[in-house]
């Protein structure tokens, strides 16, 4: 079973907002397109990273899907309470 990378674990996406789980969604897909680039050229090292990184991606996705529903809350939405005087 490949190992997720710590940054992206559910826990850390689950703090992050949405504008930075977009930034590391971008970044991990530009990571996957360079590695199937390595693999399609045989200079791929570590293989298992390309499965690593098409998980990261899956799990951002499913972070962003599950606001988008209204499962969980984006930690900006829940830290904008009004306050009680």
């Not at 996406?13 to 050229?41: C, M, V, W």
């Not at 951002?60 to 606001?67: A, I, K, P």
Request: charged share 35%; net charge neutral; no cysteine.
């Amino acid at each position: 079973m490949p190992v997720e990378t710590a940054d992206y674990t559910i826990k850390s996406l689950n703090e992050k907002t949405n504008a930075e789980i977009e930034g590391f969604l971008k970044k991990s897909k530009e990571e996957l397109f360079n590695l199937r680039f390595q693999s399609a050229t045989g200079q791929l090292d570590n293989s298992a990273r390309l499965q690593v990184v098409k998980h990261d991606i899956a799990r951002m996705y499913t972070v962003l899907r599950e606001r988008e529903l209204g499962i969980s809350q984006a930690p900006e939405a829940a830290d904008t309470k009004p306050k009680e005087k």
